[in-house]
Each structure stands twice: as C-alpha cells, then as structure tokens.
C-alpha cells in the first residue's frame, strides 16, 4: 500500500486528490492547521475512525510555518509520495498580506524540500506552480515561456518552482512541478471569482441578495475541473523521471463569458445583477492567461474531458441546491457520462 503525505488537504485541489487516492488504494495523511473552530468541511466525508484498523486516512496538525513539525511529519510518516498544495492561494490577497505569502508559498516549499532532504526518505514530491507566474508573458504558455509574475502571490510561486528543480538536480530528488492553470468546482473557495458567480446567482435567485459585485470581467483565463487537474498531479509522480507540465484545456474564456454562461444557465441576463466594485481590482493585472499543454498530452497521455460550458452547470448545479433551489440539474449527469466515479459528492 502507497502512503501519501498531502498539505492544504482542507483545500478544493486537496480533498479532491485525497478521495482519488484513497480510490486508488493509498493511505493518506494530511496536514492541517490547529484551530479553535474546524475548516474541513471539504474532507469531512472521508474521515475514518483512526483507532479502527483498516483505517487509510490521517490528519496531522502542522503549519508550513514550523520546519521543525514538518521534519516531524516527514521522518515518522515516511511517505511515498508528498504533494504540497498549501499556500496563502488567493492572488488579491496576496498584495494586502506579501510578507505572510511569502512566508507560507515561497518558503513552505523550501521548508518541506529540506525536511525531505535531510530525512533520508526517497519520496517523489509534487509542487503546485501555478499559471499565475506567467503573468504579462504573451499567450499561450507552456513550459518554456519566461515567467513574467504580476503579484506577491506569483513570486512566492514562482521561488518555490526553482527550489523544486534546485533540489531535483542539486540533490537528486524526484521533485517535479505541476504548472496548473485554473482549475475550479464546487469547492472553489467562496471569494474566487467563478465560486463567487455561481453563489451569487443562488443568493440573487433565492432573494437573499440584490446584486453580485465584482473587479475586472476582461481578465482572460483558462478554465478547467479540479478534479481532472488532481488525476494528473498522480500522474507526473507515476512516471520513470520527475519533470515539470503545463497543464490547462487550451481554451481562454473572460469573466464576462463566465458570468453570461452561469445566468445563461437560468435564462436570466446578468447585466441587470452584476455591479462593479474598484476594491476588487488588483494593483498589477494578469490580462490572458492559456496553456499549451503539448507536453502533458503527449508524454502524460492526459487531456480535459469537463468542457467550459460544462463546468459551469456543475458548479451552479451544486449552488444552486446548497441554497435550496431546484435546477436544471446537468451538472451530476455530466460527471457520470464523463467517468468520476470516484468522487464521494460534488
């Protein structure tokens, strides 16, 4: 049996690769911080008794903040395979807490590398790098495109993805990157912009808000479904030789479309609800980001299966009845005709 160690298991991306991995035989353990109230609303459905002995699923308080219980971590758990999916996320916020970003994204990478380093222990690390270190550089990108960052959060990423390949050859470690454009769900955090879309079209419809406010609707990204983005990050640590992928679905839609195909959905038109609010704008601007995910098709043999059109029904589907509302409910017909068998919920 494969052991996994995960951190931000509490997170969309980590809750989905701890239900595809326990799908997949494994034991997991995650990492989460100590709270007074629990954020885990996301895993709750695979929690396992630990004291029962077929038990394959973990939770260990740590924070990327603490190398030495990290060290801990690393050298009693002795993990297989380590992907590192926590850090301060949200870009906007990233320019209102820099230091702390920094902190967590950027040397929460090095933190872990060095624990692993230094355990001895021959695990094959994923590090979550994200499309947002490319910034200004001209679409599409792929893996060999200069990152241009364009926020606090970006920098943090893109450090951490030179530490990764710093320890790959410096110290020979199956250490590999997955360059990952957007990717969303249900379990989108609620303050990211196409959670915040399809959540506000519930609130409007079930009359418990007016209006929905948002920043730039011209930002230009590519949009995919987390969990097909969570398949692939098992499948860069499956293969001979850890390398880095730019992984997206080739297509760019703004937030404009996204906001048209989301009220679309309810044939409702969504100049009359959306307002635009300055606060929600960010000092540097990522205008239009695509992947080039050659690499991964080829070597990876993976492609995006949900379409954009599609991922927008799953997720106001899934808002849309957390509200208690009815809906044209396409959105679990699409996942079992598109094979996810695996996921326990939305």
């Not at 808002?319 to 396409?330: I, K, M, T």
Request: charged residues 25%; hydrophobic residues 35%.
């Amino acid at each position: 049996m494969k052991r996994a160690l995960i951190t931000g298991i509490t997170g969309q991306d980590g809750s989905y690769l701890a239900e595809f991995l326990l799908h997949k035989g494994y034991e997991v353990h995650g990492i989460v911080r100590r709270s007074s109230s629990f954020n885990r609303s996301r895993i709750d459905h695979l929690y396992q008794d630990p004291h029962l002995p077929k038990t394959r699923f973990f939770l260990h308080y740590g924070d990327l903040a603490d190398s030495e219980q990290i060290s801990h971590l690393i050298y009693n758990i002795r993990p297989d395979e380590i992907y590192n999916l926590a850090a301060q996320s949200h870009v906007r916020v990233s320019f209102d807490l820099p230091e702390y970003t920094s902190n967590i994204t950027a040397l929460g990478t090095t933190r872990l590398l060095e624990a692993l380093r230094r355990s001895g222990n021959k695990a094959k690390f994923y590090q979550a790098s994200s499309s947002e270190m490319f910034g200004a550089a001209p679409p599409p990108q792929n893996e060999n495109t200069p990152f241009y960052p364009r926020s606090p959060y970006a920098v943090s990423k893109v450090y951490s993805y030179w530490m990764v390949r710093n320890y790959r050859y410096g110290y020979n470690l199956f250490t590999t990157n997955g360059i990952l454009f957007n990717h969303e769900s249900p379990r989108r955090g609620e303050n990211f912009v196409t959670r915040k879309i399809t959540r506000g079209l519930a609130a409007i419809l079930s009359k418990k808000a007016e209006k929905l406010y948002l920043g730039n609707l011209d930002a230009k990204r590519d949009w995919g479904y987390a969990p097909e983005y969570v398949e692939v990050m098992w499948k860069m640590l499956q293969q001979d030789d850890p390398d880095d992928y730019v992984i997206g679905t080739g297509e760019t839609h703004s937030v404009k479309e996204f906001l048209k195909e989301a009220f679309g959905y309810l044939d409702l038109d969504w100049r009359k609800y959306v307002e635009i609010d300055k606060r929600y704008f960010r000092p540097t601007e990522v205008e239009y980001l695509k992947a080039d995910s050659s690499k991964a098709r080829n070597k990876l043999n993976w492609s995006p299966r949900i379409t954009f059109c599609e991922l927008v029904k799953i997720m106001a589907d899934c808002d849309l009845e957390s509200f208690g509302l009815s809906s044209p409910d396409e959105g679990k017909k699409i996942l079992k005709e598109k094979g996810f068998s695996w996921q326990k919920k939305y």
